[in-house]
């Protein structure tokens, strides 16, 4: 089996890439109340900064909230892409029929409960 | 004793639906697997991550898997 | 078989319509929230896809209507998060929490965002049903 140089040159990023990743991930998980100050920040100042019971609706939709935008963003990205292969694949069904000259059993999709 | 048991039924309900010939009765066992895990969140004090993970895989990722049976055949061989 | 699906899907559709916007609404209040919600009215309206006839769900929802409105809501997403810079410490926030007029932001963010949600699996649901149909007029080329 041969190995060319692409393959070496990811598996050598690839390892780089999951040491790192478990060195900073050592950080996060320690349990002294020095070193978790942004979550105790959020537990103390949570409620007189937004107004909301809900700390965690609190957190997604307003200290982070930038995040929860481009999270939007890529549902409505994926929601296109769908729409536009579907768009697709009906113009090239419809192209077959006019074709053809006749109505091919072209239903691709009758009732769902009809399995 | 109850929250071990309920992980080790939703992993011998995963290997279940492996194994099986018709392909609709291992997505009804996978969406169950997952209901099993949607109760494990709550059990870990998550209400919000539970209610989203029921929702999800309760409404649309079984539609999706059944229109993608629905357009090839049914039986495994 | 049909006749039992029809009339569940004419009870069911209202109540899991209700069920959606309380999650979104209380989103301050109670577990729940934008996602959630989203996700549950989007299934309400999945039931009514699959449960009614074919010929009425492809004269009820155009494709332009819906990404024009998603676009809208967009932008007025934007317009809330740009405005938070200038009337931050002024909305809607009492000090008696537990109540609904007491959300500050969260309060309009959580009903935009499940109105965004639903629209996305919309527009998903609709493409998987409409490959059996040509592509119509309003369409986009």
């Keep these: 089996m041969k190995i060319n140089q692409i393959q070496i040159t990811t598996l050598i990023f690839l390892f780089i890439f999951v040491i790192m990743v478990i060195t900073v991930s050592g950080k996060i998980y320690q349990t002294d109340f020095d070193s978790r100050a942004a979550s105790q920040y959020y537990l103390n100042n949570g409620l007189e900064e937004t107004g909301s019971a809900n700390i965690v609706n609190s957190i997604v939709w307003d200290f982070r909230g930038y995040d929860t935008l481009g999270e939007e963003s890529v549902l409505f990205i994926a929601a296109t892409g769908v729409y536009f292969l579907s768009l697709a694949l009906r113009k090239s069904i419809d192209r077959r029929d006019k074709k053809k000259g006749e109505k091919t059993k072209s239903k691709l999709l009758t009732k769902i409960t009809k399995i | 004793m109850f929250y071990e048991a309920l992980l080790i039924a939703a992993i011998v309900m995963a290997l279940v639906a492996i194994e099986m010939k018709d392909l609709l009765q291992s997505v009804i066992l996978l969406g169950s697997t997952n209901l099993i895990i949607a109760i494990v969140f709550f059990m870990l004090k998550a209400p919000d991550i539970a209610i989203t993970q029921a929702a999800v895989i309760g409404g649309v990722v079984t539609m999706i898997f059944v229109v993608a049976i629905k357009k090839t055949e049914r039986f495994e061989k | ?141």
């Design chain 3, 1 to 141: 078989m049909d006749a039992i699906i029809r009339t569940a899907t004419r009870v069911l559709f209202p109540v899991i319509l209700l069920f959606g916007i309380y999650i979104s609404v209380n989103g301050h209040i109670t577990p729940g929230g934008g996602f959630p919600a989203g996700v549950i009215l989007g299934t309400a309206f999945l039931l009514l896809a699959i449960g009614a006839d074919e010929t009425s769900i492809d004269a009820r929802i155009s494709k332009k209507n819906v990404m024009y409105l998603k676009g809208s809501f967009a932008i007025f997403l934007l317009l809330i998060v740009i405005e938070g810079y200038i009337i931050r410490n002024n909305i809607l926030k009492t000090q008696d929490f537990f109540e609904i007029w007491s959300g500050g932001f969260t309060f309009f963010l959580n009903i935009i965002g499940g109105f965004m949600v639903l629209l996305g699996i919309l527009i998903i649901v609709y493409s998987f049903i409409m490959t059996m149909y040509p592509p119509r007029e309003d369409d986009w080329k």
